[in-house]
């Protein structure tokens, strides 16, 4: 199993790295979190089509750059860092695995290369986010096709040109099910969230066509939820590492009694102890990635990465707040951004109670 970045993928990191400094300032975040569609078309577009970031793990059968879970990683970890606004982890990483994992290969080809050059905007609907055992319980789907049912939450589905949905049949079994944005019978709802960078909205569907792309068993469900919560994990990962450094950053900048209060012992300490939670789940979902790319390993470190990175998240937003003196929650301060996208983050697709819990059943089962 791999243990450290290649060469290339350093590389990676370096091209999206400073693309995204360019095309994601805290200013552009500021205006496209107000805008009704949440993102920006001409840098989502640049993004995809000239430096594929859509399509980084997708397979070159289907015109992507033929990488996996560590290099949809290190795109996750970069956006977090950036606070990127845009249905990227939506359409690649949620859809993507979705197609990947459980849709037949007909529609593998038709669909994948344009969730890969982003042309084609997607989402996955799911009418439970908490955890794969409950998903399929309130979308149906009727003989003739057709879908009924609500999802409470869905990630970027106001601008979906095509929403997969997962739903239950006559049978009992899952389906995945490809749905055209704006069927007919199609309700799409924006939701008022506390992280206004990632848009949410209510999905209702009432004998709504569909066609079915293929059939999901709870093992490739568990398979698309690991993927899913991997990524998550390193986008919060990147959060908590910006917060964390412009944190360091402000402690050595703002002087009290005649000193930088970076050097006040008590802050040292709360610094430091913040460090080590932050390279513990580092590791933790950097491992996570190997394991699904190698396909062995441990079979519940991606909620072990999850739950880890979304407590470290916390940890640095809410010492982000507080070492700046509450100035950090201010609304002309950036601080505030990240923190409601790290508790946004943090209970999206399982709190860390549900991943720990999660993972104990996993070894209680193994045993």
């Known amino acids: 199993m791999q243990t450290e970045f290649s060469k290339e993928q350093n590389l990676l990191r370096d091209v999206v790295s400073r693309a995204l400094r360019d ?75 979705a197609l990947l994992e459980a849709a037949n290969e007909p529609e593998r080809q ?49 601008v979906a040109d095509l929403l997969l949905v997962a739903a239950s049949g006559d049978t009992g079994g899952l389906g995945l099910h490809a749905v055209e944005g704006g069927a007919p019978g199609l309700g799409v709802e924006p939701l008022q969230v506390v992280d206004p960078t990632r848009k949410l909205s209510r999905v209702a569907f009432a004998d709504v066509p569909a066609r079915h792309v293929g059939d999901v068993t709870r093992e490739a469900l568990s398979r698309i939820w690991d993927r899913i919560c991997s990524a998550l994990a390193h986008e919060m990962i990147g959060g908590a590492q910006h917060l964390f450094e412009t944190t360091v950053n402000y402690t050595k900048e703002r002087y009290q009694f005649g000193r930088p209060i970076g050097s006040f012992q008590a802050l040292k300490h709360r610094c430091a102890d913040l460090l080590l939670e932050i390279e513990i789940a580092r590791a933790l979902t950097h491992h996570s990635a190997r394991c699904l790319d190698a396909g062995e390993g441990e079979p519940y470190v991606a909620s072990m990465a999850k739950a880890a990175a979304a407590d470290a998240c916390m940890s640095a937003a809410r010492a982000g707040i507080q070492l700046r003196g509450g100035i950090g929650f201010t609304w002309e301060n950036d601080t505030h951004l990240w923190f409601k996208r790290a508790k946004g983050s943090e209970v999206l697709f399982g709190t860390p109670a549900i991943h720990r819990e999660r993972m104990m059943t996993m070894l209680e089962g193994a045993a």
Request: charged share 20%; aromatic share 4%; glycine share 16%.
């Open 23 to 97: 095309k994601s300032p805290a200013t552009a975040v500021r205006e496209q979190m107000a805008s009704d569609r949440g993102y920006d078309e001409a840098v989502w577009q640049e993004l995809c089509g000239d430096a594929g970031l859509a399509g980084v793990h997708v397979p070159e059968a289907y015109d992507g750059a033929g990488g996996g879970a560590v290099e949809l990683g290190i795109v996750a970890e970069e956006m977090g860092r950036t606070l990127f606004c845009g249905p990227w982890f939506a359409s690649a990483v949620m859809a993507g695995s």
């Open 110 to 158: 038709a669909l994948l290369p344009g969730i890969a050059d982003g042309s084609t905007i997607a989402t996955l609907v799911l009418d439970d986010l908490n955890g794969p055992a409950g998903v399929g319980g309130s979308i149906r789907a009727a003989g003739d096709g057709k879908l009924s049912g609500t999802a409470a939450m869905a990630v970027d589905a106001h």
